[in-house]
């Protein structure tokens, strides 16, 4: 069973017209990562929730934004994507902070731009 | 903060062949050091980890060592069957850092 679900799979959105994408998580972890992965690249974080508390990567893009309304779910919000924001979006969560704890994977979102 | 190099980039072995792969890390209070494998399009999966306190770790084909004087830990597989081709991502962190820091992934081919 899916323990980490990410909608939709695939996600394809105009250049400059806002898209979100959404993760949900069985769980029951309090720390929920954004990820962006492009071909052939390690996973890049883009920001982490630990409870409520958002933490965002100096070199997230300000165009990159997320919510978290509860402990289950987490958005992906992109304000105004462009071309080079296309790639994989990866939800993780883990149990708590510290180095220490394994992260477990969704299965991504694949955003295409037009 | 952090630094980890993965090598090779790229690894092909024969059906039954052992393979492995290396990788250093910088930050010497790096204490987590997780395996992932992405095959095309999927989710990174968690294979196998181990922490600081431990040399070796095993669960069936594969193994992980860690060298903590070096900085370096490495992953074997042994008898390796083609549904163990995919990408191979070594990490680490610890300490205060909760990040995971990622190499930059080994392509694994295992031809039959």
């Known amino acids: 069973d899916a323990m980490v679900i990410q909608n939709p799979r695939y996600q394809v959105t105009q250049f400059g017209k806002p898209v979100t994408l959404s993760c949900s998580q069985t769980l029951n972890h309090n720390v929920m990562y954004w990820y962006q992965q492009k071909s052939s690249q390690a996973p890049k974080l883009l920001f982490h929730y630990y409870d409520k508390d958002f933490n965002n990567e100096a070199d997230t893009p300000d165009n990159f934004q997320s919510r978290r309304p509860n402990t289950s779910f987490c958005f992906l919000d992109i304000r105004s994507p462009g071309l080079g924001d296309a790639a994989m979006y990866l939800c993780a969560t883990s149990r708590e902070m510290g180095g220490r704890q394994p992260q477990h994977f969704g299965d991504g979102t694949r955003l295409s731009i037009l | 903060g952090e630094n ?78 083609p549904e163990d081709s995919a990408v191979y991502f070594c990490a680490a962190s610890g300490g205060s850092n909760y990040k995971l820091t990622f190499g930059k992934g080994t392509l694994l081919t295992v031809n039959p």
Not at chain 2, 21 to 31: G, M, P, Q, R, V
Not at chain 2, 66 to 78: C, E, G, P
């Open chain 2, 4 to 81: 980890v190099e993965q090598h090779p980039s790229t690894l092909s072995v024969q059906e039954g062949d052992s393979a492995v792969i290396k990788c250093t890390y910088s930050d010497s209070a790096s204490n987590y050091f997780p395996w992932y494998k992405q095959e095309l399009g999927k989710r990174p999966q968690l294979i196998i980890d181990i922490r600081s306190n431990v040399g070796e770790k095993k669960d069936q084909r594969i193994a992980v060592t860690l060298n903590k004087t070096a900085k370096h830990f490495s992953l074997h597989i042994t008898e390796t069957q």
